[in-house]
């Protein structure tokens, strides 16, 4: 009996300073969580004021800013684009004419004189092809060719070596200025006598309302009429190598050891609704949209032009609805009757 009861509180002491060996430890722990946590709450703390500063102040107001507003055509400036017409046209200037009996089908404002953008490179490549100056020599784009006028960007790079017709169909098709720009700088001459030489076969074609001070069209000084431009579309015409390159879709060069390709600037010239023999499009601010085109419909060979039209692609339906106006109300041209041989008897 004495023996159990020895164990027995044996066994109660061991058991007892396990409990009081064990607490600390517990307590320590959970000291330290609390610790941790206060700290954590003490870092927490100026966040959360930070955050509720932060939701209390109003949130500063967007300044929405304004679009630079487009400038004025020098159509929009006169208030031409105001004029109305029975076809509804959005160009402020147009003109239909017959190529072959030089009737007039439509018109409207055909005597205001414009700035004509690119559509000046047609001047370009009536002057350089009657020069018969020769197609495959080399011409280098020179620092001399970038724009400073307008600051457009080109694809051909300062030292770019391409034919002389091969920069005369970038110019024609794809609008290029430096191109255009290096065909009059090569001009036998330079530049000064190839813009002269422009003004010369204005003059010589009957334009008196148009005027030209560089090859490209980036200028606001290059400008004509629709009456002018009409005659200068008929002459250019009648140049196959002009009507080739003009309509061409597109066209790959070899810029450096890199094969580039260039687009028409003219979505019509893909339309299986045209047959057109020859356009040139263009556009600066001063200008708006510009598009001469020579095309066959309703048995008719005829000549349009549309200046200062307002939108990207309204030009383009400009020319759509004189077509189907043309093809709609427009008597086509009666064959010219043959002449008879009367037998000699």
Not at 68 to 92: H, N
Not at 252 to 278: C, Y
Request: with cysteine; net charge positive.
């Amino acid at each position: 009996m004495g023996i159990v009861n020895k164990t027995v509180t044996t066994g109660l002491m061991a058991l007892v300073a396990a409990v009081f060996l064990v607490r600390p430890a517990a307590a320590a722990d959970s000291d330290t969580q609390v610790r941790k946590k206060a700290a954590s709450a003490d870092k927490a703390e100026p966040l959360q004021r930070s955050n509720r500063r932060a939701a209390a102040r109003p949130a500063p107001k967007r300044v929405a800013r304004a679009a630079e507003p487009a400038r004025p055509s020098f159509g929009q400036l006169a208030g031409l684009r105001g004029t109305e017409d029975s076809l509804d046209l959005k160009s402020s200037v147009a003109l239909v004419v017959d190529q072959e009996t030089n009737e007039v089908l439509f018109s409207k404002n055909p005597d205001a004189v414009l700035p004509i953008a690119s559509i000046t490179k047609l001047m370009t490549a009536l002057v350089v092809t009657e020069a018969q100056l020769p197609l495959d020599e080399t011409l280098t784009v020179s620092q001399d060719d970038v724009d400073t006028e307008k600051g457009s960007r080109s694809r051909l790079r300062v030292g770019t070596q391409l034919t002389r017709e091969e920069m005369l169909h970038l110019a024609l098709m794809a609008s290029e200025n430096r191109a255009a720009h290096a065909l009059g700088r090569h001009y036998p001459g330079g530049l000064d006598a190839f813009v002269q030489a422009m003004n010369q076969k204005a003059a010589a074609l009957g334009m008196p309302d148009t005027h030209y001070v560089e090859p490209t069209g980036l200028s606001s000084k290059n400008q004509s009429s629709a009456k002018d431009l009409a005659t200068l579309v008929k002459a250019a015409h009648e140049q196959p190598l002009i009507r080739q390159l003009s309509t061409s879709p597109e066209f790959m060069v070899e810029v450096g050891k890199r094969p580039m390709q260039f687009h028409t600037t003219n979505a019509l010239v893909r339309s299986p609704s045209w047959d057109i023999g020859l356009q040139k499009t263009g556009y600066i601010s001063e200008a708006g949209r510009c598009l001469v085109m020579q095309a066959k419909m309703a048995g008719r060979q005829l000549i349009m032009v549309f200046l200062d039209s307002a939108g990207k692609y309204s030009r383009l339906g400009d020319a759509e609805r004189v077509r189907r106006w043309v093809t709609t109300h427009v008597e086509p041209v009666a064959p010219a009757a043959a002449t008879q041989v009367v037998p000699e008897s």
